[in-house]
């Protein structure tokens, strides 16, 4: 069994940075593909941004320019950087793991954006 676990998240102000971590419990290599997903409440989970086996990479409309996803095989972990943080990118946010045909997701981390 697969353990992803999140951490960096916390409380910025609007226009600050942070950098989301997912720590794999094994070799992510063999991952087809890895992303980060985020879930405000009342609303459903969302895709952020994903990172393919090969290097690939794919943001939502709302972040992009703004969010870069990153993977370091090597540290088997999964990075999201976030900069010019807005109150609407307040959420939850899960690390998620594809590997046909089963997808692993983490527990998540809170980011809260001030105003």
């Known amino acids: 069994q697969v353990q992803l676990v999140e951490s960096g998240g916390g409380l910025v102000q609007a226009g600050g940075s942070l950098r989301l971590s997912c720590a794999a419990s094994?070799?992510?290599?063999?991952?087809?593909?890895m992303g980060w997903y985020r879930q405000a409440p009342g609303k459903q989970r969302d895709l952020v941004a994903t990172?393919?086996?090969?290097?690939?990479?794919s943001y939502a409309d709302s972040v992009k320019g703004r969010f870069t996803i990153s993977r370091d095989n090597a540290k088997n972990t999964v990075y999201l950087q976030m900069n010019s943080l807005k109150p609407e990118d307040t959420a939850v946010y899960y690390c998620n793991a594809f590997e046909i045909p089963r997808a692993y997701w983490g527990q998540g981390t809170q980011v809260t954006v001030s105003s």
């Open positions: 094994r070799s992510i290599f063999m991952f087809n593909v």
């Open positions: 990172i393919t086996s090969g290097g690939s990479t």
